[in-house]
């Protein structure tokens, strides 16, 4: 059995308070000792006087003679102290006879003495704590973060209960950690576009005012339909999926999406939203993997191979988001809102700091979706049923109860390519492939290909990213659409921007000849 204390985000993300000074990476303190102190402060010049109440000083200059009340001695655990590589550390830190490394000191000015209570290391001083202020002065515990991580973890929890240390109502991170943690659910599933079974490129046929970051779009690569819901609980993703897909078939009725997913990769990538940047820790992203990832990564189809791996996360301004699913977790309604639910619940849990037991050595049953994701029983037969016996869904028009994409008789032909001499290979290539998958209604149209020498970066065509050569008016004799480009791109190639628009601008106009027919 596994047993998993949760972590909240904003115990890691906190920055302190505007009493807070730091250096270098004294900020990392704050995790450790932020329930216990009110503020942190860095190279501060300490008298009687000046000294606040509930405060760590680190590397301090101090103007004031101490009385030790009582010597306590810390220890470390074996591994900490065997560890060649960091052994050094809290020696660094333990210098004898109250001479804190990096704490400097000047001539008192008081001649009273301030009791404290020195806490040893080896025989060496690391730290004193001052009981009238509930205030410590140590030395450079922020110098590296090995000083954090491996002496301050270990020892922190023996000074607290040696001082009978209780959580202080006004600490660095007392608001913020009780909290409730409330995740909000966003996704960006991808899905192959099809059209009377034919999977196509997406951009060759999908045209929106934002591709890249509207509702419905293309992804990164173009090839995918990526559709971007309106974050929210799953309930409500659930429903703004549907809104989308909906959208979808009323205004691309010949077009179908898919989840098979063996000509491009389709990714199913979750969002969890905290409301600031955050990167999961090892154990948050196991948990996922176990509950999800696990279950649903075989869900992939065959062009997904470079990314079809377990741990997939990435930050994000409003969290982070989890990338092993694939699209086909989004194939039907019940499937994408328990999808969602089990990541909602998995990170309120662990976020919320809750204790998440689970057996990792075998594969979660329904029960442990029941006891550790929240599912009912009858979600988490069904969740676990889909996987097992996944078939990639070939229409989501229908696994989303939307009408059938209509299906025209018309008779589609190709387009010919035609070049003059002098035209690279990988040029010709290039735009071939922005003809790929067009057809059109009108029989033996081609394109013809011609050099244009007088300037550098021109096209015959309006197209964005050219330079225009003539007024940009198309010349179609006999169903042959002739197009002029200038000699530099004809030989030594184009921007993937560049193919891309000259492929849309001339499938454009062909298309706009069918319309006239």
Excluded at 333 to 345: C, D
Aim: charged letters at 25%.
């Amino acid at each position: 059995m596994k047993n998993i204390k949760g972590k909240s985000p904003y115990r890691e993300n906190i920055r302190g308070n505007s009493d807070c000074v730091f250096f270098e990476q004294a900020d990392g303190l704050i995790p450790v000792v932020g329930e216990h102190v009110h503020a942190i402060r860095c190279y501060d010049s300490l008298s009687i006087g000046s000294i606040m109440h509930n405060v760590m000083y680190v590397k301090p200059t101090v103007g004031f003679k101490i009385k030790t009340l009582r010597k306590v001695p810390l220890t470390l655990p074996e591994e900490v102290v065997n560890d060649p590589e960091y052994t050094s550390f809290p020696e660094h830190l333990a210098i004898s006879n109250i001479e804190l490394y990096n704490i400097r000191y000047t001539e008192s000015t008081d001649t009273s003495e301030l009791g404290a209570i020195v806490f040893t290391y080896n025989d060496n001083v690391v730290m004193f704590y001052l009981p009238s202020y509930n205030s410590f002065v140590c030395g450079n515990l922020g110098w590296h973060e090995h000083y954090i991580t491996l002496f301050l973890q270990n020892v922190w929890p023996q000074i607290t209960a040696e001082l009978n240390l209780e959580k202080i109502d006004n600490a660095i991170i007392q608001d913020i950690t009780k909290k409730k943690v409330e995740v909000l659910i966003g996704c960006d599933p991808e899905f192959e576009l099809t059209k009377n079974n034919r999977v196509l490129k997406a951009d060759r046929h999908i045209h929106v005012t934002d591709m890249y970051h509207g509702p419905i779009g293309v992804d990164g690569a173009s090839a995918q339909i990526e559709i971007r819901p309106k974050p929210g609980t799953p309930a409500q993703v659930t429903r703004n999926i549907k809104k989308l897909i909906k959208t979808f078939s009323s205004d691309y009725e010949e077009y179908d999406l898919s989840t098979v997913g063996n000509k491009y990769p389709l990714g199913g990538h979750i969002h969890v939203g905290i409301g600031t940047e955050y990167s999961p820790d090892r154990e948050l992203i196991s948990l996922l993997d176990h509950f999800v990832g696990s279950a649903t990564i075989e869900m992939s189809g065959t062009a997904r191979s470079e990314y079809k791996h377990l741990g997939k996360c990435r930050s994000q301004p409003h969290g982070f988001e989890y990338r092993t699913p694939p699209g086909s977790v989004f194939m039907n309604p019940g499937m994408a809102f328990i999808t969602m639910k089990i990541v909602k619940n998995i990170c309120e849990k662990y976020f919320n700091e809750g204790e998440i037991e689970y057996d990792d050595s075998m594969s979660p049953v329904v029960q442990d979706y029941v006891n550790v994701c929240g599912l009912t029983k009858k979600q988490a037969e069904y969740f676990l049923n889909t996987c097992r016996n996944y078939t990639p869904t070939k229409s989501m028009r229908a696994s989303w109860k939307m009408p059938p994409a209509v299906k025209k008789a018309t008779a589609l032909h190709p387009v010919e390519l035609k070049f003059t001499d002098g035209w690279s290979e990988y040029v010709r290539n290039s735009i071939a492939n922005e003809f790929e998958e067009f057809e059109t209604s009108i029989k033996d149209i081609s394109i013809y290909f011609y050099m244009v020498t007088e300037a550098d970066s021109t096209c015959t065509l309006c197209v964005e990213g050219f330079d225009l050569y003539g007024n940009g008016t198309p010349v179609i004799e006999n169903n042959i659409l002739e197009v002029g480009i200038s000699r530099n791109f004809a030989e030594y190639g184009m921007t993937v921007f560049q193919y891309r628009n000259l492929g849309s601008a001339i499938r454009n106009i062909i298309t706009s000849l069918e319309d006239e027919e």
